[in-house]
């Protein structure tokens, strides 16, 4: 596939280096000192501006596959799209950093034609994907990560192993999970693997389950979350866009919230905005502050400011205070398994959030990967079986590496295998796997796109 992506920052780095390997990839910047990162990476770079029609032909935009704008300036990244559409069939993604832009784009996208030049096919705003990831995990107790699939009849869930759990120490194969929900991974340390029936689960492992929402709604409830696990409070350090879009989402829920902010005007604004949220006026990193407004009765303290040393010293602070559970957002994303080694419960990343998403919906959908999982460690792929496969039973098959068909979608049907199910040509299977492992399963079925 050939990627072009305008603007050599963060953001881009972090594509870069995750897709030049398997990619045609091309970057584009007017400064050529921000382009020499990219000097040990085996790809092209073009001094420039996206908004320039010779820039975007010296790139061979007319042959892209996919356009990323991702610059500091949100009206170059529009510019440079609404210019690639002119130009070529390739599909745009457009970062912003403005709720405005965002909303501006959307309003743009609803009312033109679908091949209008200005018809942009993505706009991705990394903080309001972060903030629907923590929400995600907030409506899920305990949960590390959450994702649905099948229209919501699939799910993944993933929960680590406490010290109070029952699982801890057990085999899989004596732990007694519904029939309808599988262990397909488990994140020990820094790796991730396929666990067999005689694995056991160790203190701190992250497991990830999939099956049916109903399923593993029961498995939530008699492994994971008990009266004490319900989320009724929360405390959020940190006013900024993620924080308060955040606190808006929980507005509209029963829980309780409270957000710290160290800037008095801002905290007029969020007082403004915010018609059920409790705004303090106060420098969340303070531990007499912490102590005195009690954050160790929130059943969830998030620390959402910008900077990952200030999260991680609030983070820190509050689970010395007693906090239950801590959640923290983490901009550099070589230091997510830091946090989470330190005792962070869910460290969270906007970069890894709009990674996912590029992966996700664009880059690997084309190969019908739908989810990553453990920083791309592991994937869920959407495979249809081959018209010409025979019939074979599960336990029959003879995958080439270790792999978990998770479900298996035969018409309206979502069906869980065992052993005895069959696979049939055409059947739809959600298959988990390690990321390295994703194109032997693909062919091994004969892989076609949906």
Sequence with gaps: MKIVIYGAGDITSILASEFFEDHDIIVIDPDSEKLSQFSHLDLSTIVGDASNINVLSNADIKNADVFIAASELDEANIVGC??????SCAQTVCFVSRKECKNSLKIIREHAKKDDDVNINYVVWPQELLTREIYSILTVPDAVDVESFAQGRARLLEYRIKENSPLLGKKLKDAGFDTETLVVGIAREDGLFIPNGDDEFQLNDKCIFMGT??????TSIKYFIDEKSAIKSVSIIGGGTVGFELAKLLEKTKIKVKLIESNYKRCEFLSEELSKTLILNADGTNSEFLTQEGIANSDVVIALSDSDEKNLLCSLISKQLGAKRVITRVDQLATISLFENVGIDVAVSPKQAALNEIKNQI??????????????????????????FKDTTLMDLKLPCRAVIATIQRGSRI??????TLIRANDMLLVFSMADDAQQIREFFGYSEA
């Design 213 to 218: 929402p109903d399923s593993l709604d029961l």
């Design 415 to 420: 069906i869980i295998p065992k052993g005895q």
């Design 82 to 87: 609404i210019m690639t559409r002119y130009l």
């Design 363 to 388: 880059i690997d959908s084309k190969m019908g990967i739908i989810a990553t999982v453990e920083r791309g460690l592991g994937k869920v792929q959407e495979i249809k079986v081959d018209c010409a």
